[in-house]
């Protein structure tokens, strides 16, 4: 298949599987919280949490091996130094997980006094779901295989088979039971088939075995654990702070009030992952500019993403924290609002990380992240130790505060300071250009939607969408008249007729 063609199908299907994935999420969160009950759903998402947390296990095996087959793929006589590689990589990770496996065995017979948890008898729960991430903890070097063997496109597609199928599994699976441990059956019957169905894709494209215990190779796995060590403390401070706020509430709070926050975070986790699109896709651009030392044109990138970004978080942002009561009475029914005062800090924490995630990108596409991953560990360790604080003194408000503080003491003032200083762009000028109009521009919205709520009423969803569809076409013409400047908006368009009308004349 041409590149050109792998291409076009790996933009297309990647919009899809957004899409697909978001929609699934949103459908799925109110089918568990009402057959679940708050405070099982509070249990399923603890226990969901401490298992991502163990994603750390991949020791950056996933990401060496999408490189290492990328630099073989094209190559004919490669085809057997392929198999070692994910042969080797394949039972590197089975290794680790009957280790994982055994580990949590024991702490099975814990688990409800260390989550403080007594009399809900998790013990069978706590191993399903254990398995269940196994599956996908092994299934996550199939999928780096196939971003490897650059057919990104399959990836998309297993993407969206796996939101389909979570969807219609869950859908189903409540018409004729609300038992929690069995329901861990079904997902993990779930993750079963789209492993299976990776293996299908891998096989079609390699011509030979694909994985064969004569070919791990002990030296090559010092090859694929070799470098990665600054990304992997990245990968673990973002573990720590994304995945242990439902640990720290079950334990000191009580399951059903992780169900209330998670619902709140959710909205926000599906505004970052499409905020952060917005310089995730530039990253090939940036490192060929890089390559080719034009820093003047990276200087003009970084400064239009950064207001992008920042400006998809301000309309976004605003407009969640004024509607977010309706928001979630309209998708999950009343009674599963958390309140205004934490809505507002996980609003604050979505426009800080727009802007640390920008210049994150920027400073790993120059490999200069060597820096920001030692302070990703100080965030780390800082995010936990205020939540564990504050937690017994404000209660669920108190862990939001402590992400909020630890990155506003570290990442939320260096990680762009430090990008200006790479890229020779002068830091008073990037804060009165990028920051400054910024919030101009959120106070002169802000007005404008507090006198609309005192006018609206909004309790179906058609009313809601048209609310954000009317404001948005209001925001777009106040951002582009106060944030850009002439030359950042000749490049906008520069960008568009480049960049995004060449895909949709593909499409």
């Known amino acids: ?31 568990l919280l009402n057959n679940l009950g708050k405070e099982q759903y509070g249990i399923w998402l603890t226990l969901s949490s401490i298992f991502g947390a163990m994603n750390i296990a991949d020791l950056g095996i996933g990401q060496s091996v999408s490189k290492l087959i990328s630099q073989n793929s094209d190559t004919e006589d490669r085809e057997e130094y392929i198999t070692s590689i994910i042969s080797t990589a394949f039972f590197t990770s089975v290794m680790i997980s009957i280790v994982i496996l055994l580990i949590n065995i024991v702490i099975s017979f814990f688990a409800e006094k260390i989550l403080n948890l007594d009399g809900y008898n998790i013990q069978n729960l706590y191993i399903i779901l254990c398995v269940n991430f196994l599956i996908n903890f092994v299934f996550s070097i199939f999928n780096n295989i196939l971003i490897g063997y650059k057919r990104i496109y399959l990836s998309n597609i297993l993407i969206i088979i796996r939101s389909i199928l979570m969807l ?55 090859v694929i654990l070799k470098p990665g060590i600054f990304f992997f403390l990245i990968q673990v401070s973002g573990i720590i702070v994304y ?42 651009f940036i490192s060929a500019l890089h390559g080719k030392k034009d820093i003047g044109q990276i200087r003009t990138l970084n400064i239009i993403t950064s207001k992008v970004s920042i400006i998809m978080c301000v309309f976004l942002s605003i407009m969640y924290y004024f509607f977010s009561s309706e928001i979630i009475d309209i998708w999950l029914g009343k009674g599963n609002f958390i309140g205004y005062d934490i809505i507002l800090v996980l609003c604050l924490i979505l426009v800080i990380n727009a802007n640390t995630h920008n210049a994150g ?5 120059l490999y200069k992240h060597k820096k920001t991953a030692y302070l990703a560990v100080i965030e780390a360790i800082l995010n936990l130790i205020l939540s564990l604080i504050l937690v017994n003194r404000i209660g669920v408000l108190g862990v939001v505060l402590g992400t909020l ?57 058609w009313k809601l969408i048209s609310c954000f569809a009317f404001n948005f076409i209001i925001f777009l013409i106040l951002s582009y008249g106060i944030a850009f400047n002439k030359i950042e908006k000749s490049k906008l368009k520069e960008m568009y007729n480049k960049v995004i009308k060449p895909k949709f004349r593909r499409v």
């Open 1 to 31: 298949m041409k590149s050109s063609k792998i291409y076009t199908l790996g933009t297309i299907t990647s919009s899809i599987s957004i899409v697909v994935s978001i929609l699934a999420n949103i459908a799925i969160v109110p089918i």
């Open 243 to 284: 995945n242990t706020d439902n640990i720290i509430l079950t334990n000191f709070i009580g399951a059903e009030i992780v169900a209330l926050y998670f619902s709140a975070y959710k909205i926000i986790d599906i505004f970052m992952k499409l905020i952060f699109v917005v310089s995730d896709n530039i990253f090939p």
């Open 168 to 222: 219609v599994s869950n859908y189903a699976f409540f018409k004729y039971s609300n038992d929690i441990k069995k329901l861990a059956i079904v997902y993990t019957v779930t993750s079963v088939i789209v492993f299976v169905i990776s293996i299908i894709f891998i096989k079609k494209r390699s011509k030979g075995t694909i994985i064969s215990i004569k070919a791990y190779d002990k030296k090559l796995l010092k």
């Open 361 to 365: 990108v920027y400073i790993n596409a």
């Open 405 to 461: 503080i630890a990155s506003l003491l570290t990442s939320a003032w260096f990680t762009p300071y430090y990008c200006c200083k790479i890229l020779g762009i002068n830091f008073k000028r990037y804060f009165i250009d990028v920051i400054l109009k910024n919030i101009i521009l959120a106070f002169l919205f802000t007005m404008l939607i507090f006198i609309q709520k005192q006018f609206i009423n909004i309790d179906v969803f």
